[in-house]
C-alpha cells in the first residue's frame, strides 16, 4: 500500500506540473485536463491513506509479548548484546515506543541479582515531551516520502441572478497545493555504561541498554524535530524551518515584541489557525526559562501572577498556563531556544521512519576504561505537513 502510495503521488506531482506548464502557456484545455486527472488521483490517494492509518492504527493496537514470552524475548536479545550482535527493532517496534515516554524515562527495572548495586538514572531524565505527540509513519522501503497539504481553497463566486443571467461566470479561483517532501536521515547513538552492568541477568541487562539507546534516540529526534538537521539546507525539516518542495516556508511566524509581556500568549494565540478557527488541539513549546518568565510577571498590585501555571503530575515536563479565559497546554523543550516560543498542533508534524533500528555493544572502544559502547543506528525524517502548521514566535528587537 505504501509503494502504491508513493507512485500515485509521483503521478500527481507530474500532472500538477503539466498543469502548470500549461496554465502558463493557457493552454485551457490541456490545463483542464490535467486537473481533473489529479483531482481523480486525490480521491485515490486519500482512500489509500486512510487504509494505510488504519493498518497503522490497528498495528499500534497489537499488544507487545508480555509474562514469560517478554522474558524470553528479552535473554535471548540480551545474551545477543552481550555477544556484540546486533538486536533490530522493526519500525513499527520503535513506533510504539515512541509513544511510550513514562515508561522509557523512568527506566524501572526488577532489582539485579549479583550486580553489586544498581545503576540509578539522574533526575529529570526524560524526553521532550513533543516526541510522543507529532505523528509517526513507517516509511520503510521508501526513498522519499511526499505529503501534499492545502494552501488554498476554491474559492466560490456569487451574483444577482438577474445580472449573471445569460453571461459566463467569473472564474473561480484555483486552490493550490503543497508538497512537504520528508526524506531519509541517518540517526546514530553512542553511549557508555560501566561494564560491570554486564553482571546483570540477560533480560534486565537488555532492557537497561535498549532503555538507554531509545532515550539518546528520542533526545535527539525531539532536537530535529525542533530545528531540523541544518539551519539553512536541512534534509530532517524541523518545526522552525519546515520548507515544502518548493522551497516555501510551511510554517507561520509573529513577533512576539523585546521581551515576554502580558500579550505573549494572546500574540501566538490569535496567530495560529484562520480567520474563522483558533486553538484547537495546539500546544506552546518554550523553554524552563521563558516558563518560569511568564510566570513571574506581575499585575498592577505586584502581587498577583499575570498567569497561572499548573504543572501536569503525571508528564514532568508539559502543564497548563491559564491566562484569564484561556487555558494553553505546554510542553518544555530547551532545544527551542530563550528567543523563540512555539504554538501549534504537534500532529501536524510528521516523523517518519525509514527501515529498522539496530543496538549493538562494543567492549573495545573504552576498555581501557573499563566501559561497555553502545552502538544504535536508525533511519528517519521529518517535516510539517500541515500549512503553517505551526507558529513561530520570536522574542526580541
Known sequence: MKKKLYDLLNQRDTLLKEAETALEGKKQE????????????????????????????????TPSPTGAEANDLAQERGENL??????????????????????LATGSLVQPTGAGSTIHDPVGNVVPSIVDRVRVMDMTGMGTFQEPYVISELDAKGGKISEVAGTARATSTDPTFGIAEIKPYELSVTSYIDRNISRLSPA?????????????????????????????????????????????NIFAETALGSALDVNTLDALYFAYGSDEFIGGSARLLLTKANLKALGQLRGTNEKRRLFEITPDPSTPNSGFIKDGGMVLPYDLAKDVGDSKILYGDPMNYEVGLFGSFTVRVDESAKAEERMLTILGDATVGGNLIVDKGYVIGSIGD
Not at 485536463?33 to 483531482?39: D, F, G, I, W
Not at 552481550?82 to 515508561?103: D, H, P, S
Not at 539553512?232 to 518548493?246: E, I, L, R, V, Y
Open 30 to 61: 490541456t490545463y483542464q485536463s490535467a486537473m481533473e486527472q489529479v483531482r481523480n488521483l486525490n480521491k485515490e490517494i486519500q482512500s489509500v491513506q486512510d487504509l494505510i492509518a488504519e493498518q497503522d492504527k490497528a498495528a499500534l493496537m
Open 204 to 248: 534486565n541487562y537488555y532492557e537497561k541498554i535498549y532503555g538507554m539507546a531509545m532515550r539518546a534516540m528520542r533526545r535527539k529526534l525531539a532536537t530535529l524535530i525542533i530545528n531540523g538537521d541544518d539551519t539553512m539546507s536541512p534534509t530532517f525539516f524541523g518545526m522552525t524551518n519546515a520548507k515544502n518542495k518548493a522551497g516555501s
Open 82 to 103: 552481550r555477544k556484540g550482535r546486533e538486536v533490530e527493532f522493526t519500525a513499527n517496534e520503535v513506533r510504539q515506543f515512541l509513544y511510550n515516554q513514562i515508561t
